[in-house]
């Protein structure tokens, strides 16, 4: 039985890809389906009406397969062609970044493979770093020689899918996304937190006659407490349970009320 399925939306050169999968082959079994490219921002989508191009190759002795599609197909694909039986658990990551906040848990690729099991009744971890601006701005994610920086998120990665794999999620509970800060190590404090939901402005900024997508600087700055962003201003590591329900029982009923009274 396969235990876990691994996958990201950087795509297998991520620096932050490495690292994990060779921490969680320690101690279980992997099958890797990750993108031949990276596919951030691309949430849930699904490649439909695209034929996709499956490779197997090796990455430092590991076998993993490369995949042309979204991360979700990656999901699809590593679920139902690449796993003797449905995984334990599909784990994303490690995402370069974080994915703090409803915006960006909503846009982000990483998550949305997440979710893509969580669809199929699969327990699902999504795992992220922060990076903190001027170590982005000048650091290479896509080559080997920076593994080291994720070695540290690997091991905390793995330290909670060890407590998390054998044990079932509640009922409300579809996926957890895990953001650990640049500096964290195993011995780190958490927090179990909420998503902030202050808005993240402005994505697409002219250039002459085209609009250029630039990611928003995430800002440390009226900071709710019990949230993600709070949690990673205190270096603290963020665990956010997240429910697909899509629905608040509480505006269920406050909609039947309204409508039955007035139809």
Same mark, same amino acid.
């Given at each position: 039985m396969t235990d876990i399925l691994l996958t990201n939306d950087d795509g297998y050169k991520s620096v932050g890809f490495y690292p994990l999968l060779k921490e969680l082959s320690k101690d279980f079994s992997v099958v890797a389906v990750v993108p *031949?490219?990276?596919? =951030?921002?691309?949430g849930k989508s699904i490649s439909a009406r695209s034929t996709l191009k499956v490779k197997e190759i090796k990455l430092n002795n590991s076998k993993i397969f490369t995949c042309s599609g979204t991360p979700a197909d990656c999901t699809q694909i590593g679920i139902y062609d690449f796993s003797k039986d449905k995984p334990k658990l599909v784990v994303s990551g490690i995402n370069i970044?974080?994915?703090?906040?409803?915006? +960006?848990?909503?846009?982000?690729?990483?998550i949305g493979a997440a979710m893509e099991a969580s669809i199929d009744g699969i327990k699902a971890i999504s795992t992220s770093l922060y990076i903190p601006p001027e170590i982005k701005k000048n650091t290479n994610f896509f080559d *080997? @020689?920076? %593994?080291?920086?994720?070695?540290?998120?690997? &091991? $905390?990665?793995?330290?909670?899918?060890k407590i998390l794999i054998n044990h079932e999620f509640d009922d409300n509970v579809d996926l957890i996304s895990i953001n650990i800060p640049f500096d964290a190590t195993i011995d780190s404090e958490f927090e179990i937190t909420k998503p902030f +939901? *202050?808005? %993240?402005?402005?994505?697409?900024? &002219?250039?002459? *006659? @085209? %609009?250029?997508?630039?990611n928003p600087t995430l800002k440390f700055e009226n900071l709710k407490e019990g949230t993600d962003l709070k949690a990673l =201003?205190?270096?603290?590591? =963020?665990?956010t349970p997240i429910s697909l329900e899509l629905v608040s029982n509480t505006s269920f009923r406050? !909609?039947?009320? !309204? $409508?039955?009274?007035?139809?």
């Open positions: *031949d490219s990276e596919k =951030s921002w691309i970044g974080e994915n703090v906040g409803h915006g +960006r848990i909503l846009s982000s690729g990483t *080997d @020689k920076n %593994y080291s920086i994720f070695e540290n998120a690997a &091991k $905390i990665s793995l330290k909670i899918i +939901r *202050d808005p %993240y402005g402005k994505l697409f900024h &002219k250039k002459g *006659d @085209k %609009y250029i997508h630039i =201003s205190e270096n603290k590591i =963020s665990i406050k !909609l039947n009320q !309204l $409508i039955s009274k007035n139809w």
